[in-house]
């Protein structure tokens, strides 16, 4: 048996019983009945995943997986590759946009290599960046398939293995990555995986100009058309059309659910890992979280797939796990929601007449 399928094998859906034990208590709650909404919605979720009343959630951990995309020779980004790499550099260095949010929210900020073009061997044995490179970053998908299916495989079970490892540490996860021109792939793993076409789900990924987006479609047309990746076969659509990064992303929230941990999951090509984790294993989105709706049009389609309503809508797009970190406080208001506001029999309120 593979580390992908004992893991699988291991995840289990939320608790009814403890769905229901959240639920009547929030029900009696010191307020008009479910007055906050889907802050109670979230609540009962966190007890049913975690089996608990109290769903553990201080210890916070966004795991950002880069890795590079041999796609971008088709001219699919604004910007050049070499940025992938020199943004792992400022995210060790604290200076991105995940390291301000995650420093508002108390979380660790974890960057993992999954194959960035240039190395980053001086990072990793200085203990800044996991290495878990399956290469230097994948082949282009216009041309061929960006990977075989035994890398596909290695990279989901990677972002297992990382899940497991911060596990001690961590009682919530968010997703987070890095790869220049890393939403092409994620288009093609939702239109695959959602049975949409590629033009409904193709985003303006760093800010492409008409001409600019509409190439961006016909290089994923053109790569689903000669790929034909098989929409029953999750580790096909990977392995054709995926990115190494996409796979860890997918992996993590195996790991995570595996072990009863939430997972939120950050914009669109966090919720095409998502996609691709649901594809393996449908029960692993009972511990996803939807952060927030991203301004690609692809992530929509993604969310809904996945049975998903984003708890923000801000007009994102820059990724890294920054909608996901800036969830997490709302993830900790459900919880002390269901801990600390006290019932109508608790403070000798009286409830509802009739």
Request: aromatic share 4%; proline share 4%.
């Amino acid at each position: 048996m593979t580390i992908l399928e004992s893991v699988i094998k291991a995840i289990t859906p939320q608790s009814s019983a403890y769905r229901d034990k959240a639920h009547e208590r929030l029900a009696q709650l010191t307020m008009p009945f479910w007055a906050l909404g889907r802050l109670m919605d979230l609540a009962v979720d966190l007890a049913g995943m975690t089996k608990s009343m109290a769903p553990p959630v201080a210890r916070r951990s966004v795991v950002v997986f880069a890795g590079d995309h041999g796609v971008v020779k088709e001219g699919v980004s604004k910007y050049p590759q070499e940025v992938t790499c020199q943004m792992v550099r400022n995210f060790v260095n604290g200076g991105a946009g995940i390291n301000a949010i995650s420093r508002v929210v108390g979380a660790k900020v974890i960057v993992v290599d999954m194959g960035t073009a240039a190395p980053l061997d001086d990072l990793v044995k200085e203990g800044k960046v996991l290495s878990r490179r399956i290469g230097p970053g994948t082949k282009n998908m216009a041309a061929g398939p960006a990977m075989t299916r035994e890398e596909a495989l290695a990279s989901v079970e990677a972002g297992i293995g990382v899940a497991l490892k911060l596990a001690d540490d961590t009682d919530i996860f968010a997703t987070g990555e890095m790869g220049i021109g890393n939403t092409t792939p994620s288009s093609a793993i939702t239109a695959v995986l959602t049975k949409q076409p590629a033009a409904k789900v193709t985003g303006r990924g760093t800010g492409l100009e008409e001409p600019e987006f509409h190439h961006k479609i016909e290089v994923i047309e053109r790569a689903l058309a000669l790929n034909k990746p098989c929409a029953d076969d999750p580790l096909d659509v990977l392995a054709k059309v995926g990115g190494f990064e996409i796979g860890g992303i997918a992996g993590l929230i195996l790991g995570a659910a595996s072990l009863r941990k939430p997972v939120l999951l950050d914009g669109f090509i966090s919720t095409a890992g998502g996609l691709v984790a649901h594809a393996l294993c449908q029960s692993s989105a009972e511990f996803m979280i939807a952060s927030h709706r991203s301004v690609e049009q692809g992530h929509s389609f993604a969310l809904s797939h996945l049975g998903k309503t984003p708890l923000l809508d801000l007009d994102l797009r820059l990724g890294e796990g920054t909608g996901a970190a800036l969830a997490m406080s709302l993830v900790e208001a459900s919880v002390r929601i269901l801990t600390e506001v006290a019932t109508f029999e608790e403070a000798a309120v009286s409830g509802a007449l009739g």
